[in-house]
């Protein structure tokens, strides 16, 4: 069975670009939720997807955009690109709607802005 | 704001010694999930603990989840060299369809030959 897939693997923008992410879920789940990892640190809190709807959002400035698809993928986008936004992009999949949750992880997007 | 503190930072030790990790909050969660993560890749999710006190085994590895639910332990016996690699631990808070994971800084391990 097909896990979380996220594409593409690597990318490289300049400054000032923007740049979109996309994740497909596992198979039946319905919550997407996205994170940034900054090299030396655990996974921060972007975003989280529930049945087409934004369910969550992290301390993120407004460039930082999702959406998830009636497919129940996701794109998350990034405006006005910075140094800072330099991280591994992760995409977590989960059943959603339960008082608990087991979140399955992509492999990650890393972006590289120069 | 959740605040999610693992220790230790980093850890280096022989082939076939013991460890253990822990993650501490001043939080309540629903559940406790600790990770493996390989540079470059994604976490793999090794366990979930949802009930205060809960004990799971994972061949030599063993997870604990606090009474109170606020802390989690990870205990590795005689580790081994493929051991190796950055564990976090998460917790989760999930509320009707919001769900969020606020997750510890990670401790690096290395076993040595």
């Known amino acids: 069975d097909a896990g979380v897939t996220q594409s593409p693997t690597h990318l490289i923008k300049t400054r000032g670009q923007h740049v979109t992410l996309r994740c497909s879920p596992i198979?039946?789940?319905?919550?997407v939720s996205w994170y940034q990892q900054v090299l030396g640190q655990g996974p921060q809190f972007i975003f989280q997807y529930y049945e087409k709807e934004e369910r969550g959002r992290g301390n993120f400035p407004d460039r930082f955009s999702a959406r998830q698809f009636p497919n129940y993928s996701s794109e998350l986008n990034v405006n006005a690109l910075l140094l800072g936004d330099s991280a591994l992009y992760l995409c977590?999949?989960?059943?959603?709607?339960?008082?608990?949750?087991?979140?399955?992880f992509g492999q990650g997007t890393r972006l590289t802005v120069v | 704001t959740q605040l999610l503190e693992q220790s230790p930072q980093f850890l280096s030790i022989q082939e076939g010694e013991n460890l253990t990790v822990y993650c501490n909050s001043s939080?309540?969660?629903?559940?406790l999930q600790w990770y493996r993560q390989e540079p470059g890749e994604g976490p793999v999710l090794l366990v979930t603990v949802v009930t205060g006190g809960e004990v799971k085994k994972l061949k030599r590895l063993t997870f604990q989840f606090g009474d109170a639910r606020k802390d989690s332990s990870l205990h590795i016996t005689a580790a081994q060299p493929g051991d190796t690699g950055l564990y976090l631990c998460a917790g989760g808070i999930s509320n009707f369809g919001n769900e969020k994971l606020t997750f510890g800084t990670g401790t690096r391990l290395t076993i040595i030959p």
């Open positions: 977590a999949s989960t059943a959603g709607g339960g008082v608990w949750f087991e979140a399955f």
């Open positions: 198979s039946g789940h319905k919550s």
């Open positions: 939080s309540v969660f629903s559940s």
